[in-house]
């Protein structure tokens, strides 16, 4: 068995990484590629490594040097027109070396593990194409299988359809041919498609036309969830450099990315914080039908928007100000009209107090291990500490403390009494039982407590993360008013807009969504009761807070959840916790939540 490396490329996407090196020099994680690959390759017992060099192939070859002698015999063969042709041209020039034993074939920009290697050579199949189900960042050759894994059609990009990815794998660009294979068929239609074709090509295109002509001589062997990533830019290496990172530093690597991980497929995400049963199917189906114009119209202004969001809350359109994501107005309330002391409660959601000098932050801290508090403790804490604001998340994050709308009354005349802005983030309100009666978005509310601010996400209750939506409402009209002001005329995109514009006729679906949700939740809740080293903390948000009582610290249990795809909140390094093991744990579907359940239960 030898392997060939095609390494000639010259890797344009990747700029300035590329600018004196080819593609296999990149590093990730602080090893280069073509370093990982050889070192993986020098586990097997191999006759040789043939390497296909082209761009840079002089700073290759003197990088690896000497230093694989005694595990490797290397070879390289050199494409001189590397700039003028693509991969089938490197392959035909290392054809005689292909003839001359059984061959795994690799490309240079790969990075996967060890396993992949194994998977291939312990198949008994002599001809084998690796692949892995489609995923959005996949690009390249495209296949169709069967059960038994013969490839029934490679999908040429003109060729590619959206609607039928679920039936599409992607080749890993590892395969392994037998010498009669690379003798009898693979060369001599390579040669012919070349002459025809021309070398600006490439080599999957051959395994086309074999395989049109006759299934049976290779076949596709799917790699599962087995880790691999291709990279042909710098987005490419800076998610490898997630996806193969230590456990310890990918634990940190996801989270430094803030989101955004529908980019790593496998993983199931306990962290953020959504509604999973809204919108509904035919919402989605709305949304999309007007794709094509949400996507090439600009959206309206705040006028319109702000009217949008009145109608979607029932209150009046002075009263509302829309945000890019309730953080976009957090930022703006909190830096520009927020004076003087500001009481917060700790732990709770730290966007808001992070927004400020910390000299002006005032904390109550409760005193017990659920982090439990009610508006009189508030308002017995707070009494002589001089503050102009007090803000109050109910639910609580992450605690899920819920003050009932009838005390949050109580404390917004205790407010109001003394000259005290009352901010209440109700972002989580519609996950509270009897959440219809708990809502602060009425106008009469607004108006009667004008020292009152209501921020609410979208994002969350409504299932809609990735449009960015919030409001901030007070009948505080001057506020309102400054605010729509100091945000961008265009902070709302069209789709946003959009979503605005047909809730209505979505309410009812919402409130059923809603009540399924706080079912789960309470299913939910009693299976985490079953883990033994967990104490479920009572919630009405869409979390658990959990103490982590025993065998673990919360960290070492988010670190153990990576093991099984599972990314959960640690927060033990949050304000209030002082390094106490409690971890955060979204509540999402059924079929999810069974997933986390089993997987801690297995520990």
């Given at each position: 068995m030898q392997a060939i490396i095609l390494a000639a490329g010259m890797g344009r996407r990747l700029g300035d990484l590329t600018a004196n090196n080819t593609k296999c020099m990149i590093e990730v994680n602080g090893q280069k590629l073509i370093d990982r690959m050889l070192t993986q390759l020098s586990r097997l017992s191999l006759n040789r490594v043939v390497i296909v060099v082209g761009y840079q192939a002089d700073n290759l070859k003197k990088h690896i040097g000497n230093r694989y002698d005694g595990k490797l015999n290397i070879e390289y063969v050199e494409n001189p027109i590397y700039d003028k042709t693509n991969n089938i041209y490197s392959l035909a020039l290392a054809k005689e070396h292909l003839q001359q034993d059984d061959t795994l074939l690799l490309e240079s920009d790969l990075i996967f593990d060890d396993k992949l290697l194994d998977i291939i050579l312990s198949n008994p199949y002599p001809n084998l194409a690796l692949v892995a189900k489609y995923e959005t960042w996949m690009d390249g050759t495209m296949m169709q299988i069967d059960d038994q894994g013969n490839i029934l059609n490679f999908i040429t990009k003109k060729a590619f359809r959206y609607e039928d990815v679920a039936l599409y794998h992607?080749?890993?660009?590892?395969?392994?041919?037998?010498?009669?294979?690379?003798?009898?068929?693979?060369?001599?239609?390579?040669?012919?498609?070349?002459?025809?074709?021309?070398?600006?090509?490439?080599?999957?295109?051959?395994?086309?036309?074999?395989?049109?002509?006759?299934?049976?001589?290779?076949?596709?062997?799917?790699?599962?969830?087995?880790?691999?990533?291709?990279?042909?830019?710098?987005q490419d290496r800076d998610i490898a450099e997630t996806i193969f990172a230590s456990k310890e530093e990918r634990l940190a690597k996801y989270h430094r990315r803030f989101g955004g991980y529908w980019r790593f497929p496998h993983l199931l995400d306990f962290c953020y914080l959504v509604n999973p049963y809204f919108p509904t199917p035919r919402m989605k189906d709305e949304m999309r039908a007007n794709f094509d114009t949400l996507l090439t119209e600009y959206p309206s202004g705040m006028g319109v928007n702000s009217l949008l969001a009145g109608k979607y809350f029932g209150i009046k359109q002075d009263y509302v100000c829309v945000g890019n994501g309730a953080a976009e107005l957090i930022k703006a309330l909190m830096e520009g009209h927020v004076e003087g002391k500001i009481g917060v409660t700790t732990p709770?959601?730290?966007?808001?107090?992070?927004?400020?000098?910390?000299?002006?932050?005032?904390?109550?801290?409760?005193?017990?291990?659920?982090?439990?508090?009610?508006?009189?403790?508030?308002?017995?804490?707070?009494?002589?500490?001089?503050?102009?604001?007090?803000?109050?998340?109910?639910?609580?994050?992450?605690?899920?403390?819920?003050?009932?709308?009838?005390?949050?009354?109580?404390?917004?005349?205790?407010?109001?009494?003394?000259?005290?802005?009352?901010?209440?983030?109700?972002?989580?309100?519609?996950?509270?039982?009897?959440?219809?009666?708990?809502?602060?978005?009425?106008?009469?509310?607004?108006?009667?407590?004008?020292?009152?601010?209501?921020?609410?996400?979208?994002?969350?209750?409504?299932?809609?993360?990735?449009?960015?939506?919030?409001?901030?409402?007070?009948?505080?009209?001057?506020?309102?008013?400054?605010?729509?002001?100091?945000?961008?005329?265009?902070?709302?995109?069209?789709?946003?807009?959009?979503?605005?514009?047909?809730?209505?006729?979505?309410?009812?679906?919402?409130?059923?969504?809603?009540?399924?949700?706080?079912?789960?939740?309470?299913?939910?809740?009693?299976?985490?009761?079953?883990?033994?080293?967990?104490?479920?903390?009572?919630?009405?948000?869409?979390?658990?807070?959990?103490?982590?009582?025993?065998?673990?610290?919360?960290?070492?249990?988010?670190?153990?959840?990576?093991?099984?795809?599972?990314?959960?909140?640690?927060?033990?390094?949050?304000?209030?916790?002082?390094?106490?093991?409690?971890?955060?744990?979204?509540?999402?579907?059924?079929?999810?939540?069974?997933?986390?359940?089993?997987?801690?239960?297995?520990?």
């Open positions: 992607k080749t890993v660009n590892t395969y392994k041919f037998s010498r009669k294979f690379s003798e009898e068929q693979y060369v001599p239609f390579l040669d012919a498609y070349s002459r025809v074709m021309g070398n600006n090509e490439y080599y999957e295109q051959v395994l086309r036309v074999i395989t049109f002509l006759n299934h049976s001589s290779i076949k596709a062997l799917p790699i599962g969830d087995e880790r691999w990533y291709e990279i042909d830019d710098i709770t959601f730290e966007e808001y107090p992070n927004r400020v000098e910390e000299s002006r932050v005032v904390r109550f801290v409760p005193q017990n291990k659920d982090f439990a508090y009610t508006a009189q403790d508030l308002m017995d804490f707070f009494a002589d500490k001089g503050i102009g604001t007090l803000l109050v998340v109910n639910p609580d994050n992450p605690s899920g403390n819920f003050i009932p709308v009838g005390d949050i009354f109580l404390l917004a005349d205790w407010c109001k009494q003394r000259g005290i802005r009352l901010i209440v983030d109700e972002s989580f309100v519609d996950f509270t039982y009897n959440y219809a009666s708990n809502s602060l978005l009425h106008n009469d509310l607004l108006e009667k407590y004008d020292n009152l601010v209501v921020m609410k996400s979208i994002s969350k209750s409504y299932g809609v993360p990735g449009l960015r939506l919030g409001v901030l409402a007070s009948s505080n009209t001057e506020l309102i008013a400054r605010l729509k002001k100091e945000v961008a005329i265009w902070n709302i995109n069209s789709f946003g807009e959009f979503y605005m514009q047909i809730f209505s006729k979505y309410e009812k679906n919402y409130a059923e969504a809603c009540q399924l949700f706080i079912d789960e939740r309470e299913r939910f809740g009693k299976e985490l009761q079953k883990v033994p080293f967990l104490r479920v903390i009572p919630s009405q948000a869409n979390y658990f807070l959990c103490e982590v009582t025993d065998r673990f610290t919360s960290h070492e249990l988010t670190s153990r959840m990576l093991d099984f795809n599972i990314l959960i909140k640690d927060c033990s390094t949050k304000s209030g916790f002082d390094g106490r093991s409690y971890v955060r744990l979204a509540v999402r579907d059924q079929k999810d939540n069974d997933r986390l359940v089993s997987a801690l239960l297995s520990l």
